[in-house]
Nanobody
């Protein structure tokens, strides 16, 4: 079992920045990939950024160059630095973890943190 708790969202002005955090607990050694997704009202959930256990990263084209995913293994925490924000970035941001246990693969989600970009 893996538990994920996001934090760091809030109201930010256009052009501003935030750092989102995702703290993982439980069977963290089974995690091979973590990512950030977001979902705006009326839209599908989309992958924003992901990082593997080996440190490889990938980003959605819409956020490339503005967002940065990173991790602190000592704190069991993954971060998403979000910069140059626009109202289009307004969404609930979710932390996700893919985990493997035995021959089974599991998908875990945090509760989400709201990011609102508005003046």
């Amino acid at each position: 079992q893996v538990q994920l708790v996001e934090s760091g969202g809030g109201l930010v002005q256009p052009g501003g920045s935030r750092r989102l955090s995702c703290a993982a607990s439980g069977s963290i050694f089974s995690i091979y990939r973590m990512g950030w997704y977001r979902q705006a009202p009326g839209k599908q959930r989309e992958l924003v950024a992901a990082i593997t256990s080996g440190g490889s990263t990938n980003y959605a084209d819409s956020v490339k160059g503005r967002f940065t995913i990173s991790r602190d293994n000592a704190k069991n925490t993954v971060y998403l630095q979000i910069n140059s924000l626009t109202p289009a970035d307004t969404a609930v941001y979710y932390c996700n973890a893919h985990s493997i246990a035995g021959i089974s693969v599991y998908d875990y989600w945090g509760q989400g943190t709201q990011v609102t970009v508005s003046s």
